[in-house]
Structure formats: structure tokens, C-alpha cells
């Protein structure tokens, strides 16, 4: 894509490629990147600070992934952070070629796929601007999505905001990673935990063995991976195996050495038969699952847990 645009005529382009979708964000440059740095082990912030980046091209899928649209938030607040007139951001959001399978008896859309480039040169010709409340919105809902009370954008995304029709199926995504509690007050793991020790087993599996596993039953797990990327998956296992002293994943080393390029290979897990009671029987307690960072809160919180009721609302535990 970098090329694609520079080959256009743009000079200092840069790519955004970190998928927010996962791990902590803040609303302020520095916090954030400290945040993804500690996530991922390394981060760069694309967008200078210097506030000399003269005419500013932002081009992202129109609708079609999730990640690029919470990106562009993101985006539209740094550059206003950075002293950027909002009259020189020129946003170019192209129409997405593909929505995916049908997506009827999903959890989560399939419209995360690439964006296609195609048409780039018209797209840039007739592009412009974002309105002053349109661009005023994307930065309020960059400052929700970071929001240690995660209400706020919840209620943004069950109404809808002019301009921003990401926003339901982003929250049928994000709401897959918090615990639930079920009419009779039973605490339950999140949908995706859940969708995980459902395609584990007491047999030991590579992650790519568990994603084959999804593919060929039929089940959700490849969808939401497909928002997240690949490397979210050991990354969640990881959580599990390391969390305390209970032992419900365990793991071992895997077909290929660590850090050879193969985090999808390098250690295989199974589920123990504690893991088994979690899954169908429900938490004793938060601390039972490990804490995963989600925007600006934490899921599975032993301070400050957040629970999704049967209704589709979060609450306080």
C-alpha cells in the first residue's frame, strides 16, 4: 500500500499496521505507545510529533475491517494532538470488494478482510475533509474506546453514530472477551475463552492445529481471529498456561524451536481436566481465568471486574 501511494506522488508515507483490536490503548499518544510497547515487546509510533507533515492522506477500508476503522479514531486524534488542521487530513475511505461469507449464524462479521487498493488514484481526486462534527466524532469515540469504564462506547455502538457504522459489530467483537454471568449468577468465561477450551482437549495441540480443528467443525474461533490476526491465539494460550497455579492449560514444547518463526508451531497445549470443569461448569471466582487487556479496560479485572449479562449490557461485578 506504501507503495502503491508514494508511487502516486506522496512523500513521507507511513503505515499504521497495529491492530487495536487487542491489548491496552490510551487515549494520549505517550500512554499509548508505552501500553502496545509493553504488549507486543516493541512499538513506534508512525505519526510524528513535530507537527510538519504538511498535507495528510488517511487511507483506510470503508466499513470492511474493524481494525483500520478503530485506527482511524485513533488517527484523527494524534493528528489533532500533533497541531494538524483538520481541513489538511484528507480521509480516503474506499469501498470494501469482499464482506466475507454469509455471516448470518456468526458471532462475529467476516468483514475484516484487507483492504483493496484498486481504484486509489479516483478514490484520491475526489476525497477531502472530513465535516467538522463528523472528524469531532471520531475523536470523542477514540476517547471511549480508551476509557477505563467501557459503558460509554457500549451505548455509543448500541445507538449508532452518524458516519460510523462500525460501531454494532465492533461491540459484538469486543464483548466476546469478558466474562459473563448468566440469569442464575453464574459466572461464566468470555465467548472466546470459551470457544477455546471447547476446541481443546486432553490430546496436545499446536495452535494451528486448534484453528484447523475450528475450520473443520464449523465454529467462530478463525472469524475472530481474522479481526485479531494469528499470533493473538498462542498469545491467549500463553495466558492461560501461565496463569497461577491451576493448571487448566498446560503446555510443552512444540514440532518447531521457539523463536525460530513459527509461533503457531513452537509449543502445543491441552486441557486438563480442572480446564474441563471450568469450561462447563462456570468460575468460582474472576481470578479463576488470566486478566486480558481490551482498549482502555481489562477483562477478567480481579480490582475492577467487568461482566456481560445475558442482555448484552456490561456491569460491575
Known sequence: MAERVASLGATNVVVDSDCLLVGPSRVGAPEHALARQTWWGSFVDPIGADGK????????????????????????????????????????ELDPPFRGLDTRESAVPT???????????????????????????????????????????AQSCARGVEGFPELAPL???????????????????????????????????????????DMRSGMDLWRMLSCTGDLFLPRRLEHWADHSSNAFVERAPGPKPPNAGYPLLSEVYRLTERGMQLRDKGLDQITDAPSLPVAGTEAYSPSAPWVLLDDGRLARL
Open 171 to 213: 461491540w459484538v467483537f469486543l464483548s466476546s472477551f469478558f466474562p459473563r454471568r448468566d440469569a442464575e449468577g453464574t459466572l461464566r468465561l468470555s465467548r472466546f475463552d470459551e470457544l477455546l477450551m471447547t476446541l481443546l482437549s486432553s490430546e496436545w495441540q499446536t495452535p494451528l492445529a486448534v484453528v484447523g480443528h
Open 111 to 153: 468483514w475484516c478482510s484487507a483492504s483493496e487498493l484498486g481504484t486509489l488514484a479516483a478514490r484520491l481526486s475526489e476525497a477531502g475533509p472530513w465535516p467538522r462534527e463528523r472528524y469531532r466524532r471520531a475523536v470523542r469515540l477514540w476517547s471511549q474506546y480508551t476509557a477505563a469504564d467501557p459503558r460509554p462506547l
Open 53 to 92: 507533515m504538511g498535507l495528510v492522506v488517511v487511507v483506510w477500508a470503508s466499513s470492511a475491517n474493524l481494525r483500520e476503522r478503530v485506527g482511524l479514531w485513533r488517527v484523527c486524534r494524534r493528528l489533532r494532538e500533533c497541531g494538524i488542521p483538520r481541513k489538511d487530513v484528507v480521509v480516503v
